[in-house]
C-alpha cells in the first residue's frame, strides 16, 4: 500500500475554519521571529490575525440569528396553517356561488387565471 505524506484539508464550513484559522494564528505569534510562517510574502497573517476574532464574533452572531429565523418560520407556519385553510375554503365558496362567472373572484383579491392548460 502507498503511503501518502499527509492530506491536509481546510474545513469548508465557515466556522471550523475560523477555529483552525485561531489556531495558525495563535502558534504563528506564539513563534514570534522563529515562526514557519514569516517566509509567506506580506506575512499576511498580520493582516488576517486581527480579523479573526470579529469573524467569529459575526459568525457566531449569524448562527445566533439563523436560529432566530428558523424559530420565527416555525411560529409563522403555525400561523399561516390556518389562515391558509380559511383562503381555501373562501375561494371553494365562492368559486362555487360564482360558477357561471368565476373572473367575479377578483373582487375579492385572488387571481384568476382563465387561459388553456397545456399538456
Same mark, same amino acid.
Request: charge should be positive.
Given at each position: #500500500?502507498? =503511503?501518502?505524506?499527509? @492530506? +491536509? &484539508?481546510?474545513?469548508?464550513?465557515?466556522?471550523?475554519? %475560523?477555529?483552525?484559522?485561531?489556531?495558525?494564528? &495563535?502558534?504563528?505569534?506564539?513563534?514570534?521571529?522563529?515562526?514557519?510562517?514569516?517566509?509567506?510574502?506580506? $506575512?499576511?497573517?498580520? &493582516?488576517?490575525?486581527?480579523?479573526? *476574532?470579529?469573524?467569529?464574533?459575526?459568525?457566531?452572531?449569524? /448562527? /445566533?440569528?439563523?436560529?432566530? #429565523? /428558523? !424559530?420565527?418560520? @416555525?411560529?409563522? $407556519?403555525?400561523? !399561516?396553517?390556518? +389562515? /391558509?385553510?380559511?383562503?381555501?375554503?373562501?375561494?371553494?365558496? %365562492? =368559486? *362555487?356561488?360564482?360558477?357561471?362567472?368565476?373572473? @367575479? %373572484?377578483?373582487?375579492?383579491?385572488?387571481?384568476? $387565471?382563465?387561459?388553456? =392548460?397545456?399538456?
Amino acid at each position: #500500500m502507498a =503511503k501518502t505524506s499527509g @492530506r +491536509i &484539508t481546510i474545513s469548508r464550513n465557515t466556522g471550523q475554519m %475560523l477555529e483552525l484559522a485561531q489556531k495558525v494564528h &495563535t502558534k504563528h505569534v506564539a513563534d514570534g521571529n522563529n515562526s514557519q510562517l514569516r517566509v509567506l510574502e506580506g $506575512d499576511p497573517w498580520q &493582516t488576517a490575525g486581527p480579523n479573526i *476574532a470579529a469573524a467569529i464574533a459575526k459568525h457566531n452572531q449569524a /448562527e /445566533e440569528l439563523k436560529g432566530q #429565523m /428558523e !424559530a420565527a418560520y @416555525r411560529e409563522r $407556519d403555525l400561523l !399561516a396553517l390556518p +389562515i /391558509e385553510e380559511a383562503l381555501k375554503s373562501s375561494r371553494n365558496l %365562492l =368559486k *362555487a356561488l360564482n360558477a357561471k362567472n368565476p373572473k @367575479r %373572484l377578483a373582487e375579492w383579491g385572488f387571481e384568476v $387565471d382563465d387561459t388553456t =392548460k397545456k399538456l
